[in-house]
């Protein structure tokens, strides 16, 4: 189990020049690192992978960012721009060495209307036959999907482990798995420790948050029991620190941190690591 850290907690975009974080990112005790790529050419991705490598560090994940214009659930339009966007992200991952590839594939993030039974079955439908396709696309050149259930503030679509569980099992593709996200969790699940369990095997992915986006250890989370159901399911996948600050403006409005939770960014990343590194493990 690698504890790695998200690129959002300091830059979007991420490109080239944010590489300077990587020695930082090491020296505090990560092993991977999650780049959210908001746009595949933001960056050099053979850069990146030369900088990852110096450093010591993998790219343990690739997090999509689903803004406006990108809904599998939306327009035409939307539907095939993100269908092209996934692919590149798919196709341009092993430059990286990474494997997984992370995200809330449905919808645009943000999308949360009160739908009538008949839209929301009409939706289901369309976005489980595009997953069909995205996940066999991936998993023929070895990457997996992990789809996110968000909290129902931003989210109408996908809230809850077991809503994840039922999507994964239509799509019944090995290459498309779940990641589950404390701070999410915490807002929709009864027992983030049980869903845990409940995802076992379909579990791909881990973001370790704190309850109010901050610190993980820092909050009101069972991290205790979250460590006992990983251990329980035998998960051997990354745990990635995501959370947010106000220094990142795009992330900041989007994840709404109207207040500054942590004093610096790098609180986060120190103390985050330390306590995943000794209470996981």
């Known amino acids: ?39 595949p050419d933001d960056m050099d991705w053979a850069h990146v992978r030369r900088k990852l490598d110096a450093n010591g560090l993998v790219a343990g994940s690739v997090a999509a960012a689903f803004g406006p214009g990108r809904d599998l659930r939306g327009s035409p339009a939307h539907q095939q721009a993100t269908i092209e966007y996934v692919k590149t992200l798919v196709d341009r991952m092993p430059i990286l060495g990474s494997r997984t590839l992370i995200g809330p594939f ?29 996940a066999a696309y991936a998993g023929d050149r070895g990457v997996t999907l992990c789809v996110e259930p968000l909290n129902r503030f931003e989210t109408d679509f996908l809230n809850t482990c077991d809503q994840a569980i039922e ?38 992915h881990l973001h370790a948050s704190g309850s109010d986006r901050g610190t993980p250890g ?9 460590a006992a159901a990983l251990k329980a399911i035998r998960y051997d ?12 403006k795009i992330i ?14 790098e609180e986060i990343a120190v103390k985050g690591v330390k306590f995943l590194r000794k209470t996981l493990r």
């Open 252 to 265: 900041a409005r989007a994840a709404a941190i109207w207040r500054r939770i942590e004093p610096t960014q």
């Open 167 to 204: 999507l994964v099992e239509a799509v019944d593709d090995p290459a498309l798995k779940i990641l589950l996200d404390t701070f999410h969790m915490n807002i929709e699940e009864k027992n983030q420790a049980a869903a845990i369990r409940r995802c076992g095997k379909r579990l791909g």
């Open 237 to 248: 996948g990354d745990v990635v620190i995501e959370s947010f600050t106000q220094d990142v």
């Open 1 to 39: 189990m690698r504890i790695g850290i998200n690129t959002f907690l300091f830059a979007c975009p991420f490109n080239d020049r944010h590489c300077r974080w990587f020695p930082k990112f090491r020296a505090w005790g990560f092993e991977s690192v999650e780049i959210a790529v908001a746009s």
């Open 218 to 226: 820092t909050d009101s989370i069972d991290w205790t029991g979250i």
């Open 106 to 134: 449905y919808s645009e993030v943000g999308r949360a209307d009160a739908e009538t039974p008949a839209a929301k079955r009409a939706q289901r439908k369309l976005v489980v036959r595009h997953l069909k396709a995205l």
